[in-house]
């Protein structure tokens, strides 16, 4: 299997176009609408936010999976406007956008999963996505190059696009998997959100498809954190085109597509926190001695989302004692005298034991773009790697400003 | 009933001596023990940080006040050291300063509380506290100045003194309250708990005591936040001394205590919260419509919580879409079209509909340094208040800084 990142070639896979315009929601005049289409038969898995405050694209997109089965042809995302907080017209406004869609490239409204990021709690300027379809849908191409530009249009604060592609052969072909990602903790003024589409040629069932999603999003995008904020639009598409002939149910090919679309997330997760406003570190958690990963997961992100944490992160201070108080606040019956700590390969707290440990060297670990800190619990042998980064004074400068 | 503040003279209880020193724990040189006594048959109740890494002086002021049902004769407190994640020696050099300081005063070790407050995961210079311990005895007076004194020597990196006291008469006599505290979110490097001492001259048993402490935590320290970390050593003591004569268990004079205590409480919660670390607004969080206050309690903690939603506080930014989506993360069955927002008196979301608000009136509200956001849940009737600040880029700095 071959993982590649933003800068090497598009590993891609077959039976997709893609398009970018500009309909003028962005006051920089950047592009703001990106569409990806399927040809018939293509199968869709979805997760989304578990914000109570879900914006009007997510209900649809959950509407539209649950009517059409699962069928999905395309994919339309706006930025500059999260259309959420607005109440029954901007469900409106996002079914207008998908039938609209739907007529020009003659499919069913329900086979159009919507997206947007942005602003909460300002009207949709919809008529604005209406008049920019016709040529929406004309740029349809297909192409590494198309790609590329459906990932450049759905980026917000974004410093740098986020793609990573893998590809496995079977014995009956090739499959391949592209996805890209705009940030969360991308979190200039209003704009919050993760958003990930993942397309792939395998041929599969929407059950099977879920299945893999949820598997690959939960060592994911469910394993970062930049500041602890659930956005209200959070969206991880898999679409699948089935233009391989490869299928799913074929022996050991779940097992290769399930690496490979691990691969992906994962890479897509990491590009994420890499570009997280402001940060300067890139941490690798690794919480070891949990009695299930889910746990040692709660517990890693009661660590990256510690602003005590964040800043001693920040200021490069083996300052262990927040990192050692946030374990007490998580809820989980962890005893002091088993618990290790690591900063990179220096052992500071074991068992209840203050260790001696270099300072010097330890302040030279936290000083790395990116380093590994290690909790160990003691209570079990679960364990999972979180990624996440500091708390910086940028963080604060990009977020404090006025958002109009 | 009359609520004094730092700048007002304080209305002393009856029966309490305080002292302070300078052990050489801080390395700065400043004072870094304070102590305080009460004549037999004083009774106390105490609250104690929920971090399951408790330091060893709460385990040690746990116990001491369940051996001593109650009974409590002196509090001695350490700055500069927290005495915590330092295992079983670290426990005992915290029973080792009561064994001492009682001997010194001929009182039970059981009757002594000790606390800590500092760097977390460094040896108590345990011997440095013991040689301070005669001179911090012979040092014991009465009077408003020496209980100014005990309440600047806890002091860490606040930049002021907090301190509130009330009185009021009943017909067996006058009863006084008066309380000292340090700041958490005072999160200079190690520095994060907040202690509170207050002293009072009725007489009460230790049950009615804990009722009557419980009840004003609730709504005053528990009802406050500056960066969601709970620390290994927060305390809150109550101590009566009895000396006033006036039995708590007279019709009535429970019900004025409780008034009393609780505007002591929510007096020095505010000024902990005004004196957060960077803090440049303080912000009062009103939660209305909720099935229970603790709900209340619970949302308005998520906003508190939210680094987005703090950072726009400090940028005086109407962008109230972040605290609306902090709201879909609660875990409660938030409705948006129940949900109404106001900034100051600015109505900008009203059960899921925006409303047109007057942008820069709000942002006038926001750039005040003191303002009310409310929040309608529109589930039940119940509500709190919440105080927290802002997460401004002079927090970052301040607890970025090298630790040592």
Known sequence: MKIHGPADKVLLPAGFRFSFATAGIKASGKPDLALADAPAGACAAATFTLNRMAAAPVLAGKEHLKTGRGRLRAVIINSGNANCATGAPGLRAAKDTCAALARALKINPSSVLPSSTGIIGVPLPVNKILSAIPRLVAGLAQGEQALRSFGKAIMTTDLTPKLASASFKTRAGTVSIAGVAKGSGMIHPNMATMLVYIFCDIAAAPAALRRQLKAAVEVSFNAISVDGDTSTNDTVLLLASGASGVKLTIPGVAAQFARALRAVCASLAEQVV?????????????????????????????????????????????????????????????????????????????????????????????????????????????SAEFLTCDLTEEYIRINAEYST
């Not at 510690?306 to 606040?329: E, I, M, Q």
């Not at 260790?355 to 909790?375: G, M, N, Q, S, W």
């Open 274 to 382: 890499r570009d997280g406003e402001g940060a300067g570190h890139l941490v690798r958690l690794r919480v070891e001695g949990a009695r299930s990963s889910a746990e040692a997961r709660r517990v890693a992100r009661a660590i990256a989302n510690s602003p005590l944490v964040k800043t001693s992160w920040a200021g490069c201070d083996p300052n262990w004692g927040r990192l050692f108080s946030t374990l007490g606040n998580t809820g989980i019956p962890v005893d002091p005298a088993r618990v290790r700590i690591s900063i990179g390969p220096h052992r500071v707290f074991d068992k209840g034991k203050v260790k001696a440990f270099d300072r010097a060297a330890a302040h030279a670990v936290l000083k790395r773009p990116e380093y590994v800190i290690t909790v160990g619990l003691g209570l079990a042998k679960a």
